[in-house]
């Protein structure tokens, strides 16, 4: 993961020759509906050129109204500035197997293009029926390293940090260093409450989701709200199971990628400066086909 400080001197430099770039760009872009577009081949050129990183000269692009081709789709949702704030934004996948695999993937392609994948599991023949990143050829390897391999085939110029162990409280300051959220893909209360315990104590946002059967949920939790913290950690009087409804009810196909695109959604609207679902949760019952939604603040 790239310090603060290398970015800003990427960002110095090319608005030092900001004229001259935009000179020479007039030659390279290409209209697509209505907007002035920009490949990825191109991109990485002029990155070379002018020595800064690739994400810097994305972020360049779009705050002169170029979008990169790859995110053109994105545009009409977005908005430049919107797909500018979603490059800058770091996130953490705690989890890269049902949930977090396809949030990450989910993830990469809205364009956050700074990713640290963390898990210390590998994928098994019990997985295949619903973990995106599990094939018979990745059977037995770490679910993190696959997925890192698997992104990079959709954007080779992402910077995707992997850790190859569980999540614990005396490596969580190190994984979540840097991170702005963290991509909540637990199984178990135990790890959450480190998790969300740490991002309290140091300001980040957790998208929260949890699946079990054809049930699902999904919130996004503010440093602030310790009362929805409370409850997406299942915080009692300590006479709780550490595992939910999962090790009953299993997990059918559909259900991660069901919950895994309400937390990305939830997350983009954010970012995009729409407040988080009025600081609750979704609840998704894909059995009954019915979505509820409880509020949970101070």
Do not use: W
Request: glycine share 8%.
């Amino acid at each position: 993961m790239r310090k603060q400080s290398e970015i800003s001197q990427d960002k110095n430099k090319i608005l030092s020759k900001k004229d001259e770039i935009l000179k020479k760009l007039s030659s390279h872009t290409q209209e697509e509906k209505g907007s002035q577009v920009l490949s990825s081949d191109t991109i990485a050129q002029f990155a070379r050129e002018y020595t800064c990183s690739f994400l810097e000269m994305e972020c360049f692009l779009l705050e002169h109204e170029i979008m990169p081709l790859r995110y053109q789709r994105n545009l009409g949702s977005f908005g430049f500035l919107g797909q500018k704030k979603i490059l800058e934004t770091r996130v953490a996948v705690i989890g890269c197997g049902g949930l977090g695999g396809i949030g990450a993937e989910l993830l990469l392609r809205a364009g956050f293009e700074h990713l640290v994948l963390i898990d210390g599991d590998t994928f098994s023949e019990s997985n295949l029926n619903r973990q995106i990143g599990s094939t018979e050829e990745f059977l037995g390897q770490n679910k993190a390293e696959v997925r890192r391999k698997q992104l990079l085939e959709i954007n080779s110029h992402a910077c995707i940090k992997v850790y190859k162990e569980m999540l614990t409280e005396e490596n969580c300051a190190e994984f979540l260093e840097g991170v702005d959220v963290v991509f909540d893909a637990l199984d178990s209360f135990s790890a959450r409450e480190i998790v969300y315990t740490y991002a309290e104590e140091k300001e980040k946002i957790v998208v929260h989701g949890a699946i079990a059967g054809f049930h699902g949920q999904a919130a996004l939790v503010l440093p602030e709200n310790t009362v929805l913290k409370d409850f997406c950690i299942n915080k009692g009087d300590g006479s709780q199971k550490d595992k939910g409804l999962e090790d009953k009810l299993a997990n059918p196909t559909t259900s991660p990628s069901s919950i895994a695109s309400l937390q990305v959604a939830m997350l983009i609207q954010y970012i995009l400066g729409k407040k988080p679902v009025k600081e609750g949760v979704i609840f998704l019952d894909m059995e009954n086909f019915e979505m509820d939604y409880l509020q949970v603040v101070d």
